[in-house]
């Protein structure tokens, strides 16, 4: 009897894995209508496959069904081109459980790049999104947009060209964002109203600020905490801020490396942080006006260590332009409105998945030494752009 038990669960699972689906979809005439009707058809354990080329798309796509693979043949070879599109807020929609996109492109969508929302495990892995025309206010504004999701990796992708933030993660909790290159953005990075992330081994550059640390009134999620940034290169964001009027992050001044407010708990350790206009490292009040009696405006607990600094203050915009015109240096970090640096907090984020990260492997980055207050001065401008470069083309060719 129990022979003939397991006999039928291995029937059972055999023929379920039989019954997953490929779905193939190549550049054509009919190519949008077939993907759509593929996201819409697809069962748990289905793969999309995007065939090499560019699927020409006039309104947004949309999937609902939990554990959906959607992979292309590479973030140079499988492209969805929204240059035509006339319908719908963002390119494509994920609002279902347990999928991974991987190894496609998102081109020059109308609003935002690719958006997940009320998701539980989503994966974005060697996926591109990008505004070919260069920073324009007209952008869309988020490229990789999770909110209000849980266990959120986004790992060797990369984003360009957003009006807002390359990756934005928004009211999520357990979350990575690792490997990745954000360029030409106004915000490279932003995690805003969020819990338990660790955000490493990612370049920011040429972006309007590099990597925002938010919270803001308001929001269903407040209170963000315990944020992680570190083994981050962190360089070179000195692209004006082209965010459309009235945009929170239209307030970033161009120049910005690291920029931390209202939020508890935050590490910023082991990254290289340079030649940002403005200052390497802001950490800021929130300033506005607000009616949330729960809202806390202050940052706290935060923590700035053994990070290798380069030049900064050289071209300070916004508030802080104030300072050279007193002849006052830029310091490579600093507050406003009460904030504060710590040296030591009195616990360190345990990471996104509940437990304190080991070091990464030396042979991957060179170790950065501890000196001083925990930081040190890079050498010269040249040494850091030259490597800098290297870096972005290691991304692009990954």
Same mark, same amino acid.
């Given at each position: 009897?129990?022979?003939?038990?397991?006999?039928?669960?291995?029937?059972?699972?055999?023929?379920?894995?039989?019954?997953?689906?490929?779905?193939?979809?190549?550049?054509?005439?009919?190519?949008?209508?077939?993907?759509?009707?593929?996201?819409?058809?697809?069962?748990?354990?289905?793969?999309?496959?995007?065939?090499?080329?560019?699927?020409?798309?006039?309104?947004?796509?949309?999937?609902?069904?939990?554990?959906?693979?959607?992979?292309?043949?590479?973030?140079?070879?499988?492209?969805?081109?929204?240059?035509?599109?006339?319908?719908?807020?963002?390119?494509?929609?994920?609002?279902?459980?347990?999928?991974?996109?991987?190894?496609?492109?998102?081109?020059?969508?109308?609003?935002?790049?690719?958006?997940?929302?009320?998701?539980?495990?989503?994966?974005?892995?060697?996926?591109?999104?990008?505004?070919?025309?260069?920073?324009?206010?007209?952008?869309?504004?988020?490229?990789?947009?999770?909110?209000?999701?849980?266990?959120?990796?986004?790992?060797?992708?990369?984003?360009?060209?957003?009006?807002? /933030? #390359? =990756?934005?993660?928004?009211? &999520?909790? +357990?979350?990575? @964002?690792? $490997? %990745?290159? *954000?360029?030409? !953005?106004? /915000? #490279? =990075?932003?995690?805003?109203? &969020?819990? +338990?992330?660790? @955000?490493? $081994? %990612?370049? *920011?550059?040429? !972006?309007?600020? #590099? =990597?925002?640390?938010?919270?803001?009134?308001?929001?269903?999620?407040?209170?963000?905490?315990?944020?992680?940034?570190?083994?981050?290169?962190?360089?070179?964001?000195?692209?004006?801020?082209?965010?459309?009027?009235?945009?929170?992050?239209?307030?970033?001044?161009?120049?910005?490396?690291?920029?931390?407010?209202?939020?508890?708990?935050?590490?910023?350790?082991?990254?290289?942080?340079?030649?940002?206009?403005?200052?390497?490292?802001?950490?800021?009040?929130?300033?506005?006006?607000?009616?949330?009696?729960?809202?806390?405006?202050?940052?706290?607990?935060?923590?700035?260590?053994?990070?290798?600094?380069?030049?900064?203050?050289?071209?300070?915009?916004?508030?802080?332009?104030?300072?050279?015109?007193?002849?006052?240096?830029?310091?490579?970090?600093?507050?406003?409105?009460?904030?504060?640096?710590?040296?030591?907090?009195?616990?360190?984020?345990?990471?996104?998945?509940?437990?304190?990260?080991?070091?990464?492997?030396?042979?991957?980055?060179?170790?950065?030494?501890?000196?001083?207050?925990?930081?040190?001065?890079?050498?010269?401008?040249?040494?850091?752009?030259?490597?800098?470069?290297?870096?972005?083309?290691?991304?692009?060719?990954?």
């Amino acid at each position: 009897m129990r022979l003939i038990a397991a006999a039928a669960i291995a029937a059972i699972v055999i023929t379920g894995a039989a019954e997953a689906k490929t779905w193939r979809i190549r550049p054509g005439a009919d190519a949008e209508q077939r993907l759509q009707t593929a996201l819409i058809e697809a069962r748990p354990g289905d793969t999309v496959q995007l065939g090499r080329g560019r699927i020409e798309l006039t309104g947004s796509l949309s999937l609902d069904v939990n554990r959906v693979t959607i992979r292309g043949d590479g973030a140079e070879r499988s492209i969805l081109s929204f240059n035509g599109q006339r319908r719908g807020a963002e390119g494509l929609l994920i609002t279902s459980d347990n999928v991974l996109l991987r190894d496609f492109a998102v081109e020059n969508a109308r609003g935002d790049a690719i958006k997940a929302r009320d998701c539980n495990g989503i994966t974005i892995r060697g996926v591109r999104v990008e505004w070919t025309r260069g920073p324009n206010a007209e952008n869309g504004a988020y490229g990789l947009y999770p909110v209000n999701c849980d266990n959120v990796l986004i790992e060797r992708s990369i984003a360009r060209g957003a009006s807002d /933030a #390359g =990756i934005y993660v928004g009211q &999520s909790r +357990n979350i990575i @964002v690792r $490997e %990745n290159l *954000a360029e030409f !953005n106004v /915000a #490279g =990075i932003e995690i805003e109203n &969020s819990f +338990n992330a660790d @955000v490493f $081994e %990612n370049v *920011a550059t040429h !972006n309007t600020g #590099g =990597i925002l640390v938010f919270d803001l009134p308001g929001l269903p999620q407040q209170g963000g905490h315990d944020i992680r940034v570190f083994n981050n290169r962190i360089v070179d964001n000195n692209t004006p801020n082209f965010a459309p009027a009235g945009n929170i992050v239209a307030g970033v001044p161009t120049g910005t490396g690291v920029l931390i407010m209202a939020n508890s708990n935050v590490h910023v350790f082991e990254n290289e942080i340079a030649d940002n206009g403005t200052v390497n490292v802001l950490i800021s009040a929130y300033r506005e006006s607000f009616q949330d009696a729960h809202y806390n405006p202050l940052a706290r607990d935060i923590v700035i260590r053994d990070n290798a600094f380069g030049n900064t203050g050289y071209a300070p915009a916004g508030d802080l332009a104030a300072l050279s015109q007193l002849g006052v240096p830029m310091p490579d970090a600093c507050g406003t409105a009460r904030p504060f640096i710590r040296a030591a907090a009195r616990r360190e984020p345990a990471g996104a998945h509940g437990r304190k990260r080991q070091s990464l492997d030396p042979h991957r980055r060179r170790q950065l030494p501890v000196a001083g207050h925990g930081c040190r001065r890079l050498a010269t401008h040249r040494s850091a752009t030259r490597s800098n470069a290297a870096a972005a083309g290691r991304h692009r060719r990954a």
